[in-house]
């Protein structure tokens, strides 16, 4: 094979496009590589450049503007055994300039190319990132208010090891480009070329203004001594074996009964600090124990230990399709906080809904059944109070058993911790039943 282009999907650039140069030239660097077309990916965004992976008969991918790098490096890290090559234009470096110095920061086997034209090429000719100050564009005097990107500058401040200019028009474009696809790491080509359908519309530049443009800035090449490194890739590997192999997920045996069957629903309303979640997952370590498939939503704020904090538990005997809670059979109010996030549920419970209230929460009217549990008076501590009542709740032989709660405790604990817990569990409900 000579070609790794598509000939079925010829090139169909804008007259004079430097983008069709580029594709030429890629496509000779692959063949003198000795590349074959499953051995090559091309990766590319939106824009001219994005056409790329359409031209060339290799494997490919085509994603969002700007985020081309992020699925690369999936590519990359799946198959390393690919070369990964990815086209983006001065439009796509912008959007997605996070991702690039992601790439850099990572030095992960990547190529990107970038195809800069200086302008948004395929949807008017607006400004981009690298577009100079003084150019005449299609979105007005924007660009005059923006210094233009040096993508090279800030991809060897960000630690991309192999960082080159080069110029569409250059002799060595294809020996070039065959350097940074062969790096062992990120290189990242800054390939300067014309946009003969937008830009030179209203811009005077040739092939040697580019040139002498490019002679004027610094050279490149100490970024491969002050960011040499292990590619990214091989190096998570090689960390990735040293850690000890996970274990098999804990399979939970039946060893209790549910005190009733079908789908039960189960809401539990505190605030940051009272374990809420914690409870949460014993209600369903509990419900595993005996034989239930089991669902857990919990909602609390982005604050640390201040807020509500809400659990939302669905116990079912069949498979759970829908994870929405519609009739709770039992809902733990234990701070106003978490009862002021489902006020209009509340007022809705039927008389069929079991409530277990701490003392001094108010709730809305409703219909439901209520025990109020002093905690305070029985010297309880705040963050005690979700496992308590969920001991008053396995007293009433509702959703919950006693026997599902301890097999839940010893699931959940260490042994320490599990004592602790019980006996905590077992001195509340001895001294609640006595009121």
Known sequence: ??????????????????????????????????????????????????????????????????RALTYATGIKMARPDLKVIVTMGDGGLGIGGAHVLSSCRRNIDLTLLVLNNFNYGMTGGQCSSTTPQDAQVGSGFLNKLEKPLDICQVAGAAGAPYVARISTYDKELVEGLESAIAFDGFSLVDIWGICPGRYTRRNKI???????????LPDLGAYKISNAREEYGRAYRQEAAKLLPSGKPVRIETSCIAPQPGRLEVVVLGSAG????????????????????????????????????????????????????????????????????????????????????????????????????????????????????????????????????????????????????????EKAVVSLCRK
Not at 6 to 19: E, I, L, W
Not at 46 to 63: E, K, M
Not at 206 to 216: Q, S, V, Y
């Open 1 to 66: 094979m000579d070609s790794l282009l598509n000939s079925n999907r010829p090139p169909v650039f804008c007259p004079g496009c430097s983008h069709e140069q580029v594709l030429h030239a890629l496509d000779k660097a692959l063949m003198g590589m000795g590349l074959a077309a499953k051995d090559v990916v091309i990766v590319s965004d939106i824009g001219c450049s994005g056409l790329f992976d359409t031209f060339f008969n290799t494997h490919a991918f085509h994603g969002l503007h700007g």
């Open 274 to 425: 009272q374990r809420i979640i914690t409870a949460g997952e014993l209600l369903c370590l509990a419900g595993a124990a005996a034989g239930c498939h089991a669902a857990q939503k919990s909602d609390y704020p982005i604050t640390v230990m201040r807020g509500h904090s809400v659990s939302d538990i669905i116990l079912s005997d069949t498979e759970i399709e829908y994870t929405g809670i519609g009739n709770p059979a039992v809902v733990i109010a234990l701070a106003p906080e978490g009862v002021n996030r489902r006020k209009k549920m509340l007022t809705y419970l039927s008389p069929q809904t079991l409530v277990i209230k701490a003392s001094g929460v108010e709730l809305p009217p409703c219909q439901a059944s209520i025990i109020e549990v002093d905690f305070k008076a029985e010297k309880i501590k705040s963050q005690d109070w979700a496992l308590v009542a969920l001991a008053v709740l396995a007293q009433q032989n509702t959703v919950l058993t006693m026997d599902m709660l301890k097999a839940a405790l010893q699931l959940r604990f260490n042994a320490g911790q599990y004592e602790t817990a019980i006996a905590m569990v």
């Open 206 to 216: 040739t092939p040697k203004n580019i040139e002498n443009d490019l002679a004027k």
